[in-house]
């Protein structure tokens, strides 16, 4: 069955649906729905993935917004439920216009010709460096949308500490979060029925097995990784062995006896007394392991096996093949852990790498909560590990930049063709809006960029004639640090603006042509600033690509980035969305610092990268011309046709 593609009133209609199913959930003041499995369990969560993912959506066009969105999540760690709000929004401002296929078009131009440069020369100037050494300001409000306040906070503080503790060196914290983020499975133990409260972080790692060998030892020993059986075999690969009488057989038994003990004597000669195997062995293994004091944890998943021998470096050994001892791993402890009712093996490993061997475990309710914490604090440590990342230029961009920074001349932005060609260059074609329909869509965005009653408008104006607004305490260089309370020995840092000038120096040009986009490590306060900054100066470039399709797609993503604020300040608290957008906007024009709050930070690199996934999923749903459902599984079909036949 084939049918056409999704038109843009209906993809706006689905994306609405989307952004309604979980605008609720949307911030720290969001609300939280109740999963029903199966099973008849009920689970309440604020988990963007986990709400789509419970949709079980039918539309095509549907599906794939919610699985751009989740694969924005698995890479970042964050923003599926901001993706599905700002996709809906900007469906929406692209059906409002019309939507032509220069439109269409113009939503590429848009990302290098405008999204970068307002990024580089205006957002660029109020971020600034995380705190170092303070995890929490970044932590609590990144789990304050999918936590409640008593638990986000609880379990902001437990990464903070695993951080701190599996990567003591702030140079090893990126490889670190690297491999918490891939290994957290391994590195956490689930513990149902206790409060979250008795969670702890524990040295070392939780094996989730019981010792079917356990010989108590003091000071460090010798771990064996291994991952086939002991017992020594009485015949090799493809070659039958056969007794003929008791006598063979209790002689055979004998000789893999002597065979065993002889391996366990060499084991324990060498100080080896931890066997980490991923095989059950035999009895005749565990009775000699005990007898010569070697402690022996068998099972273990390919998994845990891969996670000891990456913290080692030591790789598996073959007892009948590889003959001597080379690579063993040094144990500092090992002993049996109770959880609840559950006996797990701890055990100390000296690290070869950054990485110091820390495990956390989560304490929970029940196991659908415990699910809930670990997946949050692993996407945490994923959004962590994005906070250090770098977005660098595109190569047209620095070209140009190296150019500009050559000159030696004063420059001035507005009235230098070379610079306007930088922004307007190759943004006109076919399909161009005349400039009657430019205007109405720019007068139509003017109306309903706040949506707003003009009585609010006009005495919010009123009041700020009569008195500046003022969101700081003082207008004096105000510390971002000390309102955030991030610590006290951080550089003095605010969020101020320097607007657009008419005439800037080529050393300023220059300063803005550098190589890096977004810096390692910057971060804003939470709260909607990053979308009222990034409204802003989108829109300033925007006034110079007049009579340009491009023009209009920057105001229209200018305006869908509202929506998120919006959403954010939807119960009327601080005065709501009106007042928070026109003060911020007031002092950006007034070049003020911008107001700052004390619910935390948050990571440019991760809000830039939603909005590029959304420009890219705006895209790639506007070129779909044809949909067909498949009802059945799809033969394998075999190309026989030669070159030659026609």
Same mark, same amino acid.
């Not at 909560?369 to 595109?394: D, S, Y």
């Not at 957008?581 to 610092?593: S, V």
């Given at each position: *069955?084939?049918?056409?593609?999704?038109?843009?009133?209906?993809?706006?209609? @689905?994306?609405?649906?989307?952004?309604?199913?979980?605008?609720?959930?949307l911030?720290?003041r969001?609300?939280?729905?109740?999963?029903?499995?199966?099973?008849?369990?009920?689970?309440?969560?604020?988990?963007?993935r986990?709400? #789509?993912?419970?949709?079980?959506?039918?539309?095509?066009?549907?599906?794939?917004?919610?699985?751009?969105?989740?694969?924005?999540?698995?890479?970042?760690g964050?923003?599926?439920?901001?993706?599905?709000?700002?996709?809906?929004?900007?469906?929406?401002?692209?059906?409002?216009?019309?939507?032509?296929?220069?439109?269409?078009?113009?939503?590429?131009?848009f990302?290098a010709?405008?999204?970068?440069?307002?990024?580089?020369?205006?957002?660029? !100037?109020?971020?600034?460096?995380?705190?170092?050494?303070?995890?929490e300001?970044?932590?609590?409000?990144?789990?304050?949308?999918?936590?409640?306040?008593? @638990?986000?906070?609880?379990?902001?503080?437990?990464?903070?500490?695993?951080c701190?503790?599996?990567?003591?060196?702030?140079?090893?914290?990126?490889?670190?979060l690297?491999?918490?983020?891939?290994?957290?499975?391994?590195?956490?133990?689930?513990?149902?029925?206790?409060? #979250?409260?008795? $969670? !702890?972080?524990?040295?070392?790692i939780?094996?989730?097995?019981?010792?079917?060998?356990?010989?108590?030892?003091?000071?460090?020993?010798?771990?064996?990784?291994?991952?086939?059986?002991?017992?020594?075999?009485?015949?090799?690969?493809?070659?039958?062995?056969?007794?003929?009488?008791?006598?063979?057989?209790?002689a055979?038994?004998?000789?893999?006896?002597?065979?065993?003990?002889?391996? *366990?004597?060499? %084991?324990? $000669?060498?100080?080896?007394?931890?066997?980490?195997?991923?095989?059950?062995?035999?009895?005749?293994?565990?009775?000699?392991?005990?007898?010569?004091?070697v402690?022996?944890?068998?099972?273990?998943?390919?998994?845990? *096996?891969?996670?000891?021998?990456?913290?080692?470096?030591? $790789?598996?050994?073959?007892?009948y093949?590889?003959?001597?001892?080379?690579? &063993?791993?040094?144990? &500092?402890?090992?002993?049996?852990?109770?959880?609840?009712?559950?006996?797990?093996?701890?055990?100390?490993?000296? $690290?070869?790498?950054?990485?110091?061997?820390?495990?956390?475990?989560?304490?929970?309710?029940?196991?659908?909560?415990?699910?809930?914490?670990?997946?949050?604090?692993?996407?945490?440590?994923?959004?962590?590990?994005?906070?250090?990342?770098?977005?660098?230029?595109? =190569?047209?961009?620095?070209?140009?930049?190296?150019?500009?920074?050559?000159?030696?001349?004063?420059?001035?932005?507005?009235?230098?063709?070379?610079?306007?060609?930088?922004?307007?260059?190759?943004?006109? +074609?076919?399909?161009?809006?005349?400039?009657?329909q430019?205007?109405?869509l720019?007068?139509?965005?003017?109306?309903?960029?706040l949506? %707003?009653?003009?009585s609010?408008?006009l005495?919010? +104006?009123?009041? +700020?004639?009569?008195?500046?607004?003022?969101?700081?305490?003082?207008?004096?260089?105000?510390?971002?640090?000390?309102?955030?309370?991030?610590?006290?020995?951080?550089?003095?840092?605010?969020?101020?603006?320097?607007?657009?000038?008419?005439?800037?120096?080529?050393?300023?040009?220059?300063q803005?042509y550098?190589?890096? #986009?977004?810096?390692?490590?910057?971060?804003?306060?939470?709260?909607?600033?990053?979308?009222?900054?990034?409204?802003?100066?989108?829109?300033?470039?925007?006034?110079?690509?007049?009579?340009?399709?491009?023009?209009?797609?920057?105001? *229209?993503?200018?305006?869908?980035? %509202?929506?998120?604020?919006?959403?954010?300040?939807?119960?009327?608290?601080?005065?709501?969305?009106?007042?928070?957008?026109?003060?911020?906007?007031?002092?950006?024009?007034?070049?003020?610092? #911008?107001?700052? +709050?004390? =619910?935390?930070?948050?990571?440019?690199?991760?809000?830039?990268?939603?909005?590029?996934?959304?420009?890219?999923?705006? &895209?790639?749903?506007?070129?779909?011309?044809?949909?067909?459902?498949?009802?059945?599984? %799809?033969?394998?079909? @075999?190309?026989?046709?030669?070159?030659?036949?026609?």
């Amino acid at each position: *069955m084939a049918a056409a593609g999704p038109e843009q009133p209906r993809l706006w209609q @689905e994306a609405a649906a989307l952004a309604g199913a979980v605008r609720g959930a949307l911030g720290p003041r969001g609300g939280r729905a109740l999963l029903l499995r199966p099973t008849g369990e009920a689970l309440p969560t604020r988990d963007g993935r986990r709400l #789509l993912q419970a949709l079980s959506l039918e539309p095509p066009a549907a599906r794939l917004m919610a699985a751009r969105a989740c694969s924005l999540r698995a890479a970042t760690g964050d923003g599926a439920k901001s993706f599905v709000v700002l996709l809906a929004a900007v469906l929406g401002e692209l059906r409002a216009a019309g939507g032509g296929g220069g439109l269409r078009r113009a939503l590429r131009d848009f990302e290098a010709r405008v999204l970068e440069r307002a990024v580089a020369r205006g957002l660029r !100037r109020h971020v600034r460096p995380a705190p170092p050494g303070s995890l929490e300001p970044l932590l609590e409000p990144y789990l304050a949308g999918r936590l409640g306040p008593g @638990e986000r906070r609880c379990l902001a503080r437990l990464c903070a500490e695993m951080c701190r503790r599996c990567a003591p060196a702030a140079a090893a914290r990126p490889q670190v979060l690297r491999l918490l983020g891939r290994r957290f499975a391994e590195l956490h133990a689930a513990v149902p029925g206790l409060p #979250l409260a008795s $969670s !702890r972080v524990l040295p070392g790692i939780v094996l989730r097995r019981d010792f079917a060998a356990y010989c108590p030892t003091d000071g460090e020993l010798r771990a064996l990784l291994v991952t086939e059986p002991l017992r020594p075999a009485l015949a090799g690969p493809g070659v039958e062995f056969v007794v003929d009488s008791e006598g063979q057989y209790q002689a055979s038994l004998r000789w893999i006896a002597q065979r065993t003990e002889a391996l *366990m004597k060499h %084991l324990h $000669s060498n100080n080896v007394k931890l066997l980490l195997s991923s095989v059950k062995q035999e009895e005749v293994v565990i009775y000699y392991a005990k007898l010569y004091g070697v402690s022996v944890v068998e099972c273990l998943s390919s998994e845990e *096996m891969a996670l000891i021998g990456e913290i080692t470096g030591v $790789s598996p050994y073959a007892p009948y093949v590889d003959g001597e001892i080379s690579e &063993t791993a040094a144990v &500092t402890f090992c002993q049996p852990l109770l959880l609840v009712s559950k006996r797990c093996a701890h055990i100390g490993l000296s $690290s070869a790498c950054a990485f110091q061997p820390h495990c956390l475990i989560l304490c929970g309710p029940v196991d659908g909560v415990n699910k809930q914490h670990a997946a949050a604090v692993q996407e945490a440590f994923t959004m962590l590990q994005q906070l250090l990342k770098t977005v660098h230029r595109r =190569e047209e961009w620095e070209a140009e930049g190296e150019s500009q920074s050559r000159a030696s001349d004063v420059c001035t932005w507005q009235s230098s063709a070379t610079q306007k060609q930088l922004v307007i260059e190759n943004t006109c +074609n076919s399909n161009q809006v005349s400039e009657c329909q430019l205007k109405a869509l720019s007068d139509e965005r003017e109306r309903k960029v706040l949506d %707003l009653d003009k009585s609010d408008l006009l005495v919010h +104006n009123q009041k +700020n004639d009569s008195t500046p607004v003022v969101v700081a305490h003082n207008t004096d260089t105000v510390s971002a640090c000390e309102c955030l309370h991030v610590g006290k020995g951080l550089e003095k840092t605010c969020c101020h603006v320097v607007p657009f000038k008419q005439e800037e120096s080529c050393a300023d040009i220059a300063q803005d042509y550098s190589n890096c #986009l977004i810096e390692a490590g910057s971060v804003l306060p939470v709260g909607g600033y990053f979308e009222i900054l990034l409204h802003y100066y989108i829109q300033d470039y925007a006034k110079q690509c007049q009579q340009s399709e491009v023009a209009i797609v920057s105001n *229209m993503v200018a305006d869908a980035l %509202l929506s998120i604020p919006k959403a954010l300040y939807r119960t009327g608290e601080r005065g709501g969305f009106t007042t928070f957008y026109l003060e911020a906007i007031n002092l950006l024009r007034k070049n003020q610092p #911008l107001p700052v +709050n004390d =619910e935390g930070l948050e990571s440019v690199y991760c809000k830039y990268q939603l909005v590029v996934s959304v420009l890219h999923c705006v &895209t790639e749903l506007l070129s779909i011309d044809l949909v067909i459902g498949i009802r059945r599984p %799809l033969q394998k079909i @075999e190309d026989c046709d030669s070159e030659d036949d026609s």
